[in-house]
DNA sequence: GAAAGCTGTCTGATAAATAAGTCAAGAGGC
DNA sequence: GCCTCTTGACTTATTTATCAGACAGCTTTC
């Protein structure tokens, strides 16, 4: 699990260097290497360090001064979202930032052998498909396929879906979500969830897979939704407790629960006091 | 955010490919498009089109026969570990797979800005920083950098750390780690991390920067640790809960708690009943 | 003001990726 | 057997990435 078909030379200095900004590694206002310091650091030519370098002024990572030299730049880049994973049906603020969905795609068709078995439906059984990005203030943030077994999916249609939340939609059917189970990871971004988040293919990407139950233990959604780590972030807290006499980790939510929006790039970590905000559970 | 000194086209189409085989579009057993109908379907040659699958098929995800066609490789990939979430200080499992730490890196330093800030240290305050990579079976799955105030580290040597786990250290050293906070996240992989963890550099790595806190509210440890999705996956199941009047998710341990192996690839949902297994706390 | 170092902008040469096409050999349907 | 479609292995041309320089203009330091 490691060929790829190599990334360029240009391309591997220009994620080194944006990963030493956006680390913290070089500060905001920190001056970089000359370039031909880095042209001779990584054994390439200064052609090759100055295309690196133009991507990443193009991001505005840095700012770049004739006779002076190239500097990180300030601050530039928004702040992404930060969604509490204990609550974990994201939560999104509305903190004045207007959130809206897209639908992509919708139909019904037959599930890929992966979603059937998660959803335990019957060989032949087709699940509603669909494919919605979702935007605050017009910046997509997520992407989001969700299958639903036909026979429940039935129950609202294509412009309810891209109106209102699937889990609402979901209730109101009937059926109640009683339990879900969710895995995390990432993967590169392929060439439709780039073109919907608006990324680069080949960016990384955070992937969650979440299947949710009814109370019968019937698959009742299946959900693959990527999320531009830029812009969104999950987060947890966790509190030491003493249970069954040793010690271990329970998640606690947060003082000021919901999301918020996060003071510090992409750590997020300390908190600010924000005045309690309306959440409406999503995807 | 989104330039990036382009992907080549052959590494798009090997990308594109590879998410569509491992996301279960095409099954295992499935036949590709032949080469040509790839090249014409994409807009790219043929030469272009076998780069792309020579890198699948030395990934061996595809299985090439001349006359007959392409098709995806049956099964081939170990399975992730997967560490569930809501024992959050990831577990390990030791059902037969032993994981071992190598110490790549320790040092006494000037801590980055967003670290200091997030330990809460004084301006010239340093850390001991270590970087370590965790193995299971000699396969190499996270990448490990910790940061922990200096007048903390001093209680334990090179060697220890290399032997045992962070927060036994600590713990060890009258310090009692009472809350944490942490951040999921994923980014492209670096020289460094993708020389420790045998990736490409531009992999998909799984982000998690945590700091944890004692019971002075003081911070004791900061850790960034990047994941090899395909061999490590974070799970939580949740379950759904009334409180305060209105429903809402919480998290619930596994009911064969600890970390296992999944029984399918990258969708480790549905749960194998396993053997109690003994679990240690890891970073 | 002079010197040193930096970015910006060229040049010409080399290496690699890609395109477009040809031909051979295996596999499968008829 | 025969036809068709497939992968495998070539060739030649074009485009792109990269290298190794040179030079001008700007900024800072001394």
Redesign the pocket.
């Known amino acids: 699990m490691h060929s790829g ?8 200095l220009y994620l080194l260097l944006r990963e030493r900004i956006d680390s913290g590694v070089w500060a905001p206002g920190a ?9 001779q650091e990584h ?9 690196a ?2 991507a990443l ?1 193009e991001d505005s990572l840095i700012r ?7 500097f990180v730049a300030e601050s530039g880049k928004p702040k992404p979202i930060v969604a509490d994973f204990a609550n974990l049906l994201a939560h999104i603020v509305d903190m004045g930032n207007a959130t809206s969905v897209k639908l992509l795609s919708f139909s019904y068709e037959i599930p890929s052998q992966d979603v059937a078995t998660e959803l335990g439906l019957q060989p032949a059984e087709r699940v509603q498909h669909s494919v919605r990005v979702r935007l605050t203030d017009g910046q997509p943030f997520s992407y989001l396929v969700t299958d639903v077994p036909e026979s429940i999916g039935v129950n609202w249609s294509e412009a309810e879906l891209a109106a209102r939340p699937l889990l609402a939609l979901l209730e109101r059917s009937g059926v109640t979500a009683e339990r879900a189970t969710q895995s995390v990871s990432a993967v590169l971004a392929g060439p439709d969830a780039a073109a919907a988040l608006q990324v680069d293919v080949g960016s990384a990407l955070l992937e969650i897979r979440r299947t949710v139950y009814d109370s019968a233990n019937r698959g009742i959604e299946h959900l693959h939704a990527l999320y531009r780590p830029d812009r969104y972030i999950f987060q947890m807290d966790m509190k030491r407790t003493t249970r069954d006499g040793n010690r271990r980790w329970t998640p606690v939510e947060h003082p000021d629960r919901g999301a918020q929006r996060s003071p510090r790039n992409t750590r997020p970590h300390h908190r600010l006091s924000t005045p309690s905000t309306r959440v409406v559970s999503h995807d």
């Open positions: 078909v190599g990334t360029s030379k240009s391309r591997m001056r970089l290497p000359s370039e031909p310091v880095l042209a054994g390439i030519s200064r052609v090759t360090v100055r295309r370098l133009d002024e770049r001064h004739a006779g002076a030299g190239t």
